[in-house]
């Protein structure tokens, strides 16, 4: 069946610094893939996403690139800012269904 | 373009009572999806409509219910409320077809007393 497994947080990373949350997948067919953002006390916004292999997705400073060879979708910045401080879901689509991974906190001090 | 609204924000209920959300979609969206978010178990499936009709479904037990009208807004009903069921519920629209991505509402925060 199809899964979503990301890596584990919380993460606490000091502002400028370089960040990866890690994300594999498994799937039936070809997903299109997302990373969506969760801010506190808000719902879930699109964050950035790719529909084939290849693809880079990107926004706000945020990267990520669909793999297919390794069933990866790993969300790079390459220096956080404090306003980056949210929960991240990394996200699989095939036939209408979405599968979400658990969420990776994300913590950026000053 | 109006994003996701759902009503009410917040919500405040008892054990065995029973509790309607509403969601309305971004405009030109026929497909609706709620999930369940609780920090316990995360984000959780519970079912996707589609023009009026339910497509998809989770493993949630009957007592969660939900319909989509023909202008696509959504409810979902919860009956026999337990105290287990206090969640931020989220309502999600999208075109519905493949590679499009969900948008998400603000959530309905539930809590049972």
């Known amino acids: 069946g199809n899964s979503v497994t990301q890596m584990e947080g919380p993460v606490t990373l000091s502002e400028e610094a370089f960040l990866t949350i890690n994300c594999t997948y498994t799937?039936?067919?070809?997903?299109?893939l997302f990373w969506y953002v969760q801010y506190p006390g808000e719902g879930l916004q699109l964050l950035l996403k790719?529909?084939?292999?290849?693809d880079k997705g990107s926004n706000k400073g945020f990267e990520a690139t669909y793999r297919k060879e390794t069933t990866s979708f790993h969300l790079e910045k390459g220096s956080v800012q404090v306003s980056d401080s949210a929960v991240y879901f990394c996200?699989?689509?095939?036939?209408?269904?979405?599968?979400f991974g658990t969420g990776t906190s994300l913590t950026v001090i000053p | 373009k109006a994003g996701v609204t759902q009503t009410p924000r917040y919500l405040i209920k008892t054990r065995g009572q029973q509790v309607t959300l509403s969601c309305s979609p971004i405009?030109?969206?026929?497909?609706v999806s709620w999930y369940q978010q609780t920090p316990g178990q995360g984000l959780q499936f519970l079912f996707e409509?589609?023009?009026?009709?339910?497509?998809n479904k989770g493993n949630f037990p009957g007592r969660f219910s939900g319909r989509q009208f023909s202008n696509s807004r959504s409810e979902m009903n919860v009956s026999t409320l337990e105290l287990g069921d206090s969640a931020l519920y989220l309502c999600?629209?999208?075109?519905?077809?493949?590679?499009?991505?969900?948008?998400f509402g603000d959530g309905t925060r539930l809590s049972i007393l």
């Open positions: 996200v699989t689509n095939t036939g209408n269904q979405f599968y």
């Open positions: 790719a529909t084939k292999a290849d």
């Open positions: 799937a039936t067919g070809y997903p299109s």
């Open positions: 405009s030109g969206h026929r497909s």
């Open positions: 999600a629209s999208s075109l519905g077809t493949d590679n499009q991505p969900q948008h």
């Open positions: 409509y589609f023009s009026e009709t339910q497509r």
